[in-house]
């Protein structure tokens, strides 16, 4: 905003005002367009478009959270303050395969889990209530039971019914550590959208010296053009091998009941039979 001021000789409260009003302007105008409504032909498509390029089936999106650094709120001691020792707002995101944002929830304070702060979305109580209906469950090929359709998602998010996440543990059998691979090529498309994300707004790679509320803005709308951009241009392979936030999660020690343990299970039996593996698993783990 300083050198806007200085460059345009115009006051920093004008400025600040201008931007603002672009923002908004962008959120009213293409929001719609940007983040479409989640139907259940929409997320069928998505399933179909995962299975082809992440050999994954039944899955309708990987979910993550994001840190984005921020200068430190007034007054607000050590809610912004994160386990990667800085301050930040959170932006949760689920994606499709092609890295596109599907769902955004921005701000969060930094010291929340992904777990609470997915569990406290929008998208999720629109989950619960059946506001979002998800595909029917059908079997996965040459299975016989019928599989529902789930988000992936790393160690920092709870298991439920519509959410995977990786076996725990460092001493794995084969089965596992095959179902932990496969869940990992799937759920790295929103790693990779979030480099994208950010190596593409740069303002990103700095903290944001505004007020909260600005932040969140900024944020939001960077996320639409996210969008706007793949959807118009499509994706540079290059723009996916700079990614941020491959660190380990906290782990979430809710395991979800014993219903969405058995469905993970067999997930991974699935990746161990002639219908659901792929020639080169069992070199990865």
């Known amino acids: 905003m300083t050198d806007l001021h200085i460059t345009y000789r115009l ?102 889990a992904d777990s609470t702060i997915f569990k406290q979305s929008k998208f999720y109580k629109k989950l619960e209530n059946g506001t979002i209906k998800l595909p029917e469950s059908k079997p996965l090929s040459g299975q016989n039971i019928p599989s529902p ?46 480099g994208i994300l950010t190596n593409k707004w740069r303002i990103l790679h700095r903290p944001l010296n505004v007020q909260l509320e600005l932040a969140e803005q900024i944020v939001k709308v960077c996320c639409l053009l996210h969008n706007f951009v793949l959807s118009r241009d499509g994706y540079r ?17 809710s395991q979800g009941g014993k219903n969405a343990n058995n469905m993970r299970d067999v997930f991974a039996n699935y990746f161990m039979s002639p219908e659901g593996e792929v020639p080169w698993q069992f070199n990865k783990v």
Request: with cysteine.
């Open 149 to 194: 359709y789930v988000f992936v998602g790393d160690e920092g998010f709870g298991i439920s019914p519509f959410m995977l996440r990786p076996y725990a543990g460092s001493f794995l059998p084969l089965k596992k550590k095959v179902f932990n691979y496969r869940l990992s090529r799937a759920r790295r498309v929103i790693e990779c959208a979030f």
């Open 11 to 112: 006051g920093l409260s004008t400025v600040s005002g201008i931007i603002r009003d672009v923002l908004d302007a962008l959120w009213m105008y293409w929001r719609k367009d940007c983040f479409p409504e989640i139907t259940t032909d929409l997320l069928d498509s998505v399933a179909r478009e995962f299975e082809e390029k992440a050999n994954f089936p039944h899955c309708i999106g990987a979910v993550d959270g994001k840190h984005i650094r921020i200068v430190k709120p007034e007054h607000s001691g050590s809610d912004f303050y994160n386990y990667k020792h800085y301050f930040s707002v959170q932006l949760m995101a689920v994606c499709d395969v092609k890295y596109r944002f599907l769902f955004i929830d921005v701000g969060a304070k930094g010291k929340e």
């Open 237 to 253: 392979f290059q723009d996916t091998l700079s990614i941020e936030g491959l660190g380990n999660m906290p782990t979430d020690s």
